[in-house]
């Protein structure tokens, strides 16, 4: 079983649409695990039936015990988030703004404060598209992704791989470098950077990079829209030279990306008999070709 | 000598685990007295910084050696490398046994 993981550092550089070509592309061979949380909509592209729910569960909340509590104030004064309000003679704590740090709770002189675990979403194994499988999760209101998520969604994945003897998993990251990205990359047989012909495309894929070779990471490129700018194309052709990294395709803009996104459907899927699907049927073959050739 | 582990089980026999904030299982081995032995420290509960925290508990241990397989990231480094600890990393897909053999034989990279 091989961990392929797709990450972007920039945001909508293409990548969930490449991710889930690829994994409409290797269909029951694959697992596919959506670790982009935050923006959770690959779900979508694949048709997942969210076949098993569990409550996953991160972080607590301050809950006072309005019995024990005798407004003395001490809570409101000492929170750093202003999560706690004066309403009707009674300090509540509102569970937005609440960031679950403790602090209330250990200096309330009733003990009066209890933390709460919070159910932060839910997490979910569909069947999708291809007979496939899919290992993602919802986030409830203000909950946040984190890395404790992302390693969650990957362990589900991996234990449904080897029980099903599946060849690999495809890992859909999020973008930027924190907890959830660094979580998402651990593990990782080979990592897919899919970056733009734009500035930011590559300030962001410098970071990422950076990132990789901390772990010592062996990854390969898409450039997506690369007529966009085609100088800046060059710029980061050039850039990946230098680090290593090879440019498995070139993708031109194309509207039908969007069209596809609008139908729900991978490009792969869209439109089978296009270049652009051509080329992405090529780069998903190359990657499977290096990571078979990898011992 | 005490050798830490990055584990996805607590044998001799079990894999490596790859990663090293959010590893399965601490396996420490004690040179001096032949000693194995295995410690669960609860990563999978860590929200954030799981890296920063398990180095800390790693730390504990006083291991003058670790053995792992992608290696720690920036903020752990920043810890680890503040005590005499050796960290060796690339020994992800082998067993402890076969890990520890690579690391005898000097097949294993220095990280830092």
């Known amino acids: 079983m091989k961990e392929v993981v797709v990450i972007s550092g920039k945001g909508g550089t293409g990548k969930t649409s490449i991710s889930a070509s690829f994994a409409y592309l290797e269909g029951s061979n694959a697992v596919i695990a959506d670790c982009d949380v935050d923006a959770a909509n690959m779900h979508i592209l694949l048709n997942a039936d969210f076949e098993k729910q569990e409550d996953f569960f991160s972080g607590e909340l301050a809950l006072i015990d309005e019995e024990k509590c005798t407004n003395c104030g001490k809570c409101k004064e000492v929170c750093r988030f202003d999560a706690i309000d004066l309403k009707d003679g009674q300090y509540v704590v509102d569970k937005i703004s609440c960031e679950g740090c403790w602090y209330c709770s250990r200096v309330c002189p009733s003990d009066a404060i209890t933390m709460v675990k919070q159910k932060a979403g839910d997490l979910f194994v569909s069947n999708i598209k291809n007979n496939s499988t899919m290992v993602h999760a919802k986030l409830g209101f203000a909950a946040e992704n984190s890395g404790k998520l992302v390693a969650k969604v990957k362990q589900e994945a991996k234990i449904f791989a080897l029980k099903n003897d599946k060849e690999f998993i495809i890992t859909d990251g999020s973008p930027g470098i924190g907890c959830p990205v660094i979580s998402s990359l651990s593990g990782a047989n080979l990592v897919v950077l899919v970056t733009e012909a734009t500035v930011s495309g590559l300030h962001d894929l410098k970071r990422v990079i950076k990132l990789l070779k901390t772990f010592s990471l062996q990854a390969v490129c898409i450039i997506n829209k690369y007529d966009l700018n085609t100088k800046m194309s060059k710029i980061i052709e050039e850039y990946l030279d230098t680090e290593g990294i090879r440019v498995i395709a070139k993708l031109h803009y194309d509207e039908m990306f969007t069209r596809a996104l609008t139908e729900a459907k991978p490009i792969v899927e869209y439109s089978a008999q296009s270049e652009l699907s051509g080329l992405i049927r090529e780069s998903w073959n190359e990657i499977k070709n290096i990571i078979r050739s990898k011992k | ?112």
């Open chain 2, 1 to 112: 000598m005490k050798i830490v582990f990055t584990a996805k089980g607590d044998s001799w026999d079990s894999q490596i685990d790859e990663r090293f904030g959010r590893m399965d299982m601490l396996v420490l081995f004690d040179e001096g007295s032949n000693s194995l032995e295995a410690i669960k420290i609860d990563t999978e509960n860590m929200e954030h910084g799981a890296g920063l925290q398990t180095a800390q508990k790693v730390l504990a241990f006083h291991p003058d050696v670790i053995i792992t397989g992608n290696g720690a990231g920036n903020k752990a480094l920043d810890i680890l490398k503040r005590s005499s600890v050796k960290m060796y990393i690339g020994a992800g897909g082998m067993s402890l046994k076969e890990a520890y053999e690579a690391y005898k034989n000097g097949k294993l990279n220095l990280q830092f």
